[in-house]
């Protein structure tokens, strides 16, 4: 019996070494695939990031050339006002001031240094100060109309039309360099001639 028992024992542990081994090999594919999941888990989430951040950085590109563009419209339309006033011999009574004010606001909060790019941020900081511009020569020609003879209104206009004429081209000139600084196109914008930078 001792022969038999030690065939039955050496059998025995070679089912056990056999089973020790395959469950090593199971728990070593277990372990492989598992890890070539998460890798690809963890390439899949930093492609999604870099997709995400890329459609971020777009967004607030538009963003910017987007207010860039409502500044230059209200510019060049203060500036068709004017022109249109100037016609008539009359200014409104109210302020385009307070009609630029917001667009002013949004200008000035607008999160510059996510643009990034110093060259956009140059260019964008320059359509505040463009549309308070505009607005002054727009006051400063209501409060000298009304406080002169009928007769030295015309010089006004024509001087005020002449600032706001630079002012307007400017600010077009200025909206093609942001325009190219962001990477962006801009389609034509009617009554809004924009220059090449």
Known sequence: MNGTASIWTEIAAWVEAIGAIAA???????????????????????????????????????????????????????HDRLVDQAWRGRVTRVS???????????????????????????????FPASLATAAEIYANLEAAVRAAKEADRGAMFDASNEQMARLDQATSRQLAALAKSLGLEIAALPGIALASH
């Open 24 to 78: 090593v090999i199971g728990s070593g594919r277990v372990a492989a695939r598992e890890s070539r999941a998460a890798r690809q888990r963890e390439e899949r989430a930093a492609a999604a990031a870099v997709l995400k951040e890329a459609r971020d950085v777009r967004a607030t590109k538009t963003a910017a050339l987007n207010l860039a563009i409502l500044a230059t419209t209200q510019i060049h339309d203060l």
């Open 96 to 126: 385009a001031s307070r009609a630029l004010l917001a667009t002013e606001r949004m200008l000035t909060s607008f999160p510059i240094q996510s643009l990034t790019d110093s060259t956009a941020m140059v260019e964008f900081s320059r």
